[in-house]
């Protein structure tokens, strides 16, 4: 039988970690949680910007962006070690740099790695290469939040890595142009997991070399109006079931209902690998069945309607796994928790980013009201619909 994988949204331990947010003059935002059983050391920037601020005709461009910043294989190449690795994703939404990396090298190579991004060269003979290297990329499969994007709100692969043709119009003026423009503090969230607070200011006193927005609009992205709430089977190794869409302010519901329903579908599909997930996506919580593998069994779709149907609270014995499951936790994955915390990063700043990231990691109440959850939505009763495989960005 799989782990819950509720991972770090549904906490673990009496001693919470230790929370520092603060938002820098130039309008950056840093988020940095410490707990002892954090072993290694992880960073995401988060860049609210990507393939949707692609100029017309030159689709791909904030994907070409990203290979370029990093210098591409050679550049890489430079930054990764056995103890340091680094790695970016681009999205219709955002862009967002990662790096992993041990404890006692986390700061030196945080500095650096910050200088590289912020800094960027955006040398003519990277850009070159990185428009080749993509041009040979075949399909991009990466994250669950892929998924979402491309299947529930239509964001194929081609609207971010573009056609042969809108990438040969893209110029080496229009990547600079573009990393000008949207490249700024104000549209940027660091958050770093596994370091001290004074370590990561040192870092950024450091690396970080982007100056203060101009008077350059920041436009809020919208969701799109076409977005979809329904039941959706993907010819990949993963299924996906949209639930419910829900407002950030239900985050705590969508925490409880997810582990609620997690248990009782794996208690009724003896057997079935599946996660149930709050993930953020365009200014909404997103409450997801992830099922591993084909859904060829109905009976897993029957069983997911009929859970959310008779969805009630935790009991008193569920509630009782999870903690125990969380209790029975050796180690903090730090790369999970910097990952949902940046996929909140993509949405909101400021207060509302800052005040919901405790919400990953306080246990569920049984007690929580969950009429909110069951009104949001209902699952679609018809038949799974199928799509074919695709993807979103490269994980390099």
Known sequence: ?????????????????????????????????????????????????????????????????????????????????????????????????????????????????????????????????????????????????????????????????????????????????????????????????GLEPEAVARALDGGFRLLPASLLSDEAHEAPASMAVGTLSLDTPNTLALVASLDLSQLAACRVAAAAMQLRLLQSTRGAQLSVECLPAYRRLLLVVVVAGQLDNPSVNEKTIEVWRALKPLTKAEQALVEQHFDATDTWDAPELADRISSMAVWYSGKSLFDSVPGWWLVPDAKTDLSGVRAATQPRTSAVLKGKATSSTPGR
């Not at 912020?118 to 040979?136: C, H, M, P, Y």
């Not at 692969?157 to 042969?164: D, H, S």
């Open 1 to 193: 039988m799989i782990a819950l994988g509720l991972a770090v949204a549904l906490s673990l331990s009496a001693a919470p970690p230790k929370l520092t947010t603060y938002t820098l003059p130039d309008g950056l935002d840093v988020v940095v949680v410490e707990h002892p059983k954090f072993t290694r050391c992880s960073a995401r920037l988060v860049v609210r910007a990507g393939a949707a601020e692609d100029y017309p005709g030159k689709r791909g461009l904030a994907h070409i962006v990203e290979h370029t910043v990093l210098g591409g294989p050679a550049g890489m190449a430079e930054l990764t070690s056995r103890t340091v690795s680094i790695n970016a994703l681009t999205s219709m939404t955002s862009t967002i740099y990662t790096l992993e990396a041990t404890k006692e090298r986390c700061e030196e190579e945080l500095t650096r790695y910050l200088g590289v991004v912020t800094d960027a060269k955006l040398r003519k003979s990277w850009f070159v290469n990185e428009k080749e290297v993509i041009a040979r990329e075949a399909f991009y499969f990466s994250s669950r939040k892929a998924l979402i994007e491309t299947n529930l709100f239509g964001n194929s692969p081609e609207l971010i890595i573009g056609t042969q043709d809108s990438r040969d119009a893209v110029e080496l003026i229009d990547v600079r142009q573009f990393f000008q423009r949207y490249y700024t503090p104000d549209r940027m969230t660091l958050v770093v997991t």
